[in-house]
């Protein structure tokens, strides 16, 4: 595999220099600092990333007070207190986007928040006291036990709230193959996914750079050349 200077010196001339590209990394996560995160705040970002998959993510954040509003805040507890036909009456609530499959994914992922906070004292503990090399693993667990939290909303989630999550997005695996890791076009078996891991985790101990960053980095060195202002504006850091 090449040094990773190399690739970050190619993302760097596609988007106008170190400087600029730097600009576009976003802050450095600290995943000990998710143990912060209250619950409701947990399931209220699980739900926005689950509404978001396949929409458009700006219409989704702009709702979103009235999503806190008719979801009541996404108070694990208080929802799951909620009676059936208080989830049926969402699916007509015009405050949301009414999708019944995703409206039952936020009743059952209140009652997977409140079961693992009551195991680890706090869903963000849990999450700050994963491995964070292990990635791949805490994919693997959020798609398992919670819903509709499999694949790229898994990450999403992860990068949202703030934990050192790389993104496993098209430029991302064509920059890895790119770089001679033998991965597939759109890789999802767990053998490829192991493959990322050990690489960008070998790349992270080598720089010392936060996986979030080396992740970034492989995505905007290859595929279509964005410009900077709609990357910031893509990831919502205008």
């Known amino acids: 595999m090449?040094?990773?200077a190399r690739i970050r010196a190619r993302a760097a001339?596609?988007?106008g220099g170190e400087a600029e590209l730097s600009s576009l990394l976003g802050p450095v996560p600290d995943n000990a600092a998710v143990a912060d995160i209250t619950d409701d705040?947990?399931?209220?970002?699980?739900?926005?990333?689950?509404?978001?998959a396949g929409f458009v993510w700006r219409v989704i954040e702009q709702k979103w007070p009235g999503f806190e509003e008719a979801?009541?805040?996404?108070?694990p507890k208080r929802l799951l207190f909620q009676p059936d036909d208080f989830w049926h009456d969402l699916t007509a609530d015009k405050r949301i986007v009414r999708n019944p499959q995703k409206i039952k994914?936020?009743?059952d992922n209140a009652a997977f928040v409140e079961r693992v906070s009551k195991e680890h004292g706090g869903f963000g503990k849990f999450l700050a006291n994963w491995p964070a090399g292990d990635q791949v693993g805490l994919m693997a667990y959020l798609g398992k036990h919670g819903s509709r939290l499999g694949g790229n909303t898994g990450?999403?989630?992860?990068?949202w709230l703030g934990w050192d999550a790389?993104?496993?997005s098209g430029d991302l695996a064509a920059a890895l193959r790119d770089a001679g890791l033998d991965i597939a076009e759109s890789p999802t078996s767990k053998k490829d996914l192991d493959k990322i891991q050990v690489q960008i985790n070998t790349w992270a101990a080598e720089t010392g750079l936060p996986r979030r960053h080396i992740s970034r980095i492989?995505?905007?060195?290859?595929?279509?050349?964005?410009?900077?202002?709609?990357?910031?504006?893509?990831?919502?850091?205008?």
């Open 13 to 15: 001339k596609r988007k």
């Open 105 to 107: 994914s936020v009743r």
């Open 166 to 168: 790389f993104v496993i």
């Open 41 to 52: 705040r947990i399931l209220s970002t699980m739900a926005e990333r689950v509404f978001a």
């Open 2 to 4: 090449p040094d990773f």
């Open 71 to 75: 979801f009541l805040h996404f108070e």
């Open 155 to 159: 990450q999403y989630l992860l990068r």
């Open 218 to 238: 492989l995505a905007m060195s290859i595929g279509e050349n964005n410009s900077p202002q709609s990357l910031r504006e893509y990831m919502g850091d205008d």
